[in-house]
């Protein structure tokens, strides 16, 4: 018998919290006593994983294994077997050494990240109270099973998704699952199938604590089934590429086609025109490792080191340096409301009398009633006393009698005390409805309440609570006999009072931080548990377009289409449960966003897990601390902002890198192949090409610290293979033609010795690659844009290397002839001309869209 077969699981309990008690129990096979150990036991070992949570660690072998499938990785270990093959030991064990310390890299952050649903499921290793065969008993919470009473107190942690049965004054800390900021009341009742999760006032979620009071649960949904479960089980999955790293691989799969159609046409050609067949193979072999930009994964790692310890100082931990470049190319930014856009508590913005005027009296008694009330501390009465204080409001001449603590039903708390001006009164504070409800009078007891009172008061209420006001009533009646006990049925014929407006403002530079990222082309998106008026409320206030709001009720009606088009059009979501969270990202991501997700919860991991860029909190709770890429040492949107900054510098030095390094590479690959099949000799040796190619990248290694345009960090930039393959063709064409002129001059018109012109030909070619970095670093003309000292000090470094290598000792290792001055001059003056060209088509490339994609000049 299978575990469905057992017991009916999720399909068959679907919206449970809609059903009555009876038809759980029917539905169950249980009741109100619980089951049986013997049938406990039997529905435990027929699903043996039903209740538990599994996890197994990642294999060593499979992440090392994995690192290995990049593009570019395989490239570079292609790079370095021919470098082998060509005897350039050297060149080898470089590229080796790179590819070991990008791998290296690579798996100790996925070893990391692999720890956080394992942190997960640890965080869920409780014990739990039954009710079994009529007795309590304590067990390991990953042995209860459906149908099971669970029995929950101050402090216990529940150990499954379950429908309260009875309760006493029963508060629950559901935060980490629905964000709310409170403890949130549970009572005995179904409550409507469409639901959210953070309105199901009669569920208690595997995970959550116990703040106060007592409870009987059913457990309902067990294990992996529960909402906790389907995080954790979410998150023990592989997490996809983040922009980056797509682009990254795409560019290693554009550089493994370049290569193959270079190295097999150079090949072809040299056997149809009867060449040796090795030294053909080892010349086309040297022209495709002479197009491999090897230092690149050695200069992100060194940027993205850099990025991340500057993003320290200001205040951000990286915990995958890859994340930073995604940073910056971020274009859409979610975010809860509570404690990120807003301070993340409750304050007492106003007591107002019933005509909507500032009262002291109505704050007096709100505070006797917070100060008296003698129930669990919260954060509403704590606000009323803040503002008391703060007013210099005295409570020591008040003497308390008796109290009716609060219960969901009434909704409202009573104080009884002995007032020096009022004499012994009860003191009722609670929500409007109820306490409106029980009042006959209004401002003073002898003035009767009328329908046209009520009316104002309604309408009062309503104004306020549609400006996302959380609003309590209060109210009053003189007590006959001050000592006489209290009870719910003294609740009546009261004394309607005022009000009191309760707001959870934006913190002070909130409005300010959402203007920036939106100049930085980076839209801010609030998604939030809490109720639709207060977001909507928030969004106002801090400058989102609050026009339309869409609820968990409704995402559980639209379909993933549908929600992909509103999502892109949606600034606000409220009253989301965190499932919900998680598609909304996915809604954005189809909709070709790259999208951030900013939050602390539990009911954020799957989000941040699924965001290209996961962002929390120094004191978000481990898993989804651990389903981040960045943790903030202070949830302020300011920090984000300067991630965001250096995410785009450390970008943009990168694709100065890629851009310059591909380009030249391919002019000169595809200058020398051209060349090699109407020469009797080959244009560069193998170790010359190799050489050219070591040298040609030191300069870069300097780019790390270079100057970024401003204008640059304006707008998110993306790794657009197609801009890099247009750049590579256009700009390397440019290099042809200066090289194929370089080869009639040395041939035909000066007619050097193989020698002198495979010397001449490495030092053009290497001077060119030196200049067209300078040009290509900036969309801005290059007489405008400064680079940084030490890219200046590296050029100028290689470029005496070039000019001084036929004249030095090892001249004869690498098969170099001096030059004749007026040639070296000759060269040099073709190389600042080809800089002139480049500056000029770089302008007509970088503002034509159909080439420069998102990277074109603004």
């Given at each position: 018998m299978t575990e469905r077969e057992a017991y009916p699981a999720s399909e068959r309990t679907e919206a449970y919290w809609a059903l009555e008690r009876q038809t759980l129990f029917a539905q169950l096979h249980s009741g109100p006593t619980g089951l049986t150990e013997r049938e406990a036991r039997r529905r435990l070992a027929s699903s043996p994983f039903a209740s538990e949570l599994i996890y197994g660690r990642h294999d060593w072998?499979?992440?090392?294994?994995?690192?290995?499938?990049?593009?570019?990785?395989?490239?570079?270990?292609?790079?370095?077997?021919?470098?082998?093959?060509?005897?350039?030991?050297?060149?080898?064990?470089?590229?080796?050494?790179?590819?070991?310390?990008?791998?290296?890299?690579?798996?100790?952050?996925?070893?990391?990240?692999?720890?956080?649903?394992?942190?997960?499921?640890?965080?869920?290793?409780?014990?739990?109270?039954?009710?079994?065969?009529?007795?309590?008993?304590?067990?390991?919470?990953?042995?209860?099973?459906?149908?099971?009473?669970?029995?929950?107190?101050?402090?216990?942690?529940?150990?499954?998704?379950?429908?309260?049965?009875?309760?006493?004054?029963?508060?629950?800390?559901?935060?980490?699952?629905?964000?709310?900021?409170?403890?949130?009341?549970?009572?005995?009742?179904?409550?409507?199938?469409?639901?959210?999760?953070?309105?199901?006032?009669?569920?208690?979620f595997m995970g959550s604590s116990v703040e106060s009071g007592a409870a009987q649960v059913l457990a309902v949904r067990t294990g992996q089934e529960t909402v906790f479960g389907r995080i954790f089980e979410q998150l023990a999955h592989q997490a996809g590429p983040n922009e980056f790293e797509r682009g990254i691989a795409g560019f290693g799969r554009l550089l493994m086609q370049t290569m193959l159609i270079i190295t097999l046409v150079v090949l072809a050609v040299h056997v149809i025109r009867e060449r040796p067949a090795v030294e053909g193979l080892m010349f086309a072999l040297a022209l495709a490792v002479g197009l491999t930009p090897e230092l690149l994964p050695a200069i992100i790692s060194v940027m993205l080191a850099r990025g991340a310890r500057q993003l320290a100082e200001r205040g951000v931990i990286v915990r995958k340096l890859n994340?930073?470049?995604?940073?910056?190319?971020?274009?859409?930014?979610?975010?809860?409301?509570?404690?990120?856009?807003?301070?993340?508590?409750?304050?007492?913005?106003?007591?107002?009398?019933?005509?909507?005027?500032?009262?002291?009296?109505?704050?007096?008694?709100?505070?006797?009633?917070?100060?008296?009330q003698g129930g669990t501390k919260n954060p509403i009465d704590d606000a009323i006393m803040r503002k008391a204080a703060a007013l210099h409001v005295s409570l020591s001449s008040d003497e308390s009698h008796g109290r009716i603590p609060f219960d969901y039903s009434r909704k409202c708390v009573s104080v009884s005390v002995s007032d020096k001006t009022l004499g012994p009164i009860l003191i009722t504070k609670g929500a409007f409805g109820q306490v409106l409800e029980r009042c006959i009078a209004i401002d003073d007891p002898n003035r009767a309440i009328t329908p046209a009172d009520r009316a104002a008061l309604i309408k009062l209420h309503e104004n306020w609570t549609e400006k996302g006001v959380r609003v309590l009533a209060v109210a009053y009646r003189p007590l006959l006999v001050s000592l006489e006990p209290l009870s719910t049925d003294d609740e009546q014929g009261l004394c309607f009072i005022g009000l009191l407006c309760f707001i959870d403002p934006p913190k002070h530079d909130t409005a300010e931080m959402v203007a920036a990222l939106a100049r930085r082309g980076v839209a801010l998106k609030m998604i939030t548990g809490d109720d639709r008026l207060a977001a909507r409320a928030t969004a106002k206030a801090i400058g989102l377009n609050a026009e339309r709001v869409i609820t968990g009720s409704m995402l559980m009606s639209m379909s993933d289409q549908a929600l992909t088009h509103a999502a892109a059009a949606t600034s606000v979501f409220a009253e989301v449960d965190p499932s919900q969270k998680e598609r909304i990202v996915r809604a954005l991501q189809r909709s070709d966003a790259v999208v951030g997700f900013l939050g602390d919860g539990v009911n954020d991991a799957l989000a941040l897990h699924t965001a290209d860029v996961g962002i929390s909190v120094h004191n978000a709770v481990d898993v989804a601390r651990d389903a981040s890429d960045f943790v903030l040492l202070r949830k302020e949107l300011a920090l984000i902002c300067s991630g965001i900054d250096e995410g785009r510098r450390t970008f943009a030095n990168t694709m100065k890198y890629v851009l310059s390094t591909t380009s030249a590479n391919f002019g000169n690959m595809v200058s020398m192949g051209f060349i090699s099949l109407v020469l009797p000799f080959l244009p560069l040796l193998p170790s010359q090409i190799l050489l050219n190619n070591f040298l040609s990248d030191i300069p870069s290694a300097a780019l790390s610290r270079d100057k970024v345009d401003p204008a640059w960090a304006l707008a998110p930039h993306r790794f657009e293979l197609s801009m890099i393959r247009n750049a590579m063709v256009f700009f390397g064409l440019i290099s042809v033609i200066f090289d194929l002129a370089l080869f009639g001059l040395l041939l035909w018109v000066i007619d050097l010795a193989p020698s002198v012109f495979r010397t001449a030909w490495f030092i053009e070619s290497l001077l060119t690659e030196l200049v067209v970095l300078f040009v290509i670093r900036s969309r801005a003309a290059i007489w405008k844009s400064r680079p940084s000292a030490g890219l200046i000090i590296a050029s100028l470094i290689v470029a005496a290397i070039a000019l001084l290598l036929p004249v030095s000792p090892l001249a004869r290792l690498f098969e170099f002839e001096p030059l004749p001055a007026w040639v070296t001059l000759m060269i040099i003056g073709l190389t600042l001309l080809y800089a002139l060209s480049v500056e000029m088509a770089k302008h007509w490339f970088f503002r034509n869209s159909r080439l420069a994609g998102s990277f074109t000049v603004c």
């Open positions: 072998l499979l992440l090392i294994g994995r690192q290995f499938k990049n593009p570019l990785v395989v490239v570079l270990l292609f790079a370095s077997a021919c470098s082998m093959l060509l005897a350039d030991w050297v060149e080898a064990l470089v590229v080796l050494g790179i590819v070991l310390m990008s791998t290296s890299l690579g798996f100790s952050q996925e070893f990391i990240a692999s720890r956080a649903f394992e942190r997960l499921a640890r965080r869920a290793m409780i014990m739990a109270v039954v009710l079994r065969d009529h007795r309590l008993r304590r067990i390991a919470a990953h042995r209860v099973v459906p149908g099971d009473v669970v029995l929950l107190e101050p402090g216990s942690r529940v150990p499954a998704d379950g429908v309260v049965l009875s309760d006493r004054e029963f508060y629950v800390n559901q935060a980490a699952l629905t964000g709310e900021a409170f403890a949130v009341a549970k009572r005995v009742g179904p409550i409507r199938a469409d639901a959210a999760l953070g309105q199901r006032s009669n569920v208690v994340a930073i470049e995604s940073l910056g190319a971020m274009t859409v930014m979610c975010t809860d409301k509570t404690g990120t856009l807003t301070s993340g508590e409750a304050i007492l913005d106003l007591a107002m009398d019933s005509r909507g005027q500032p009262s002291a009296a109505v704050l007096r008694l709100s505070a006797l009633n917070a100060a008296l």
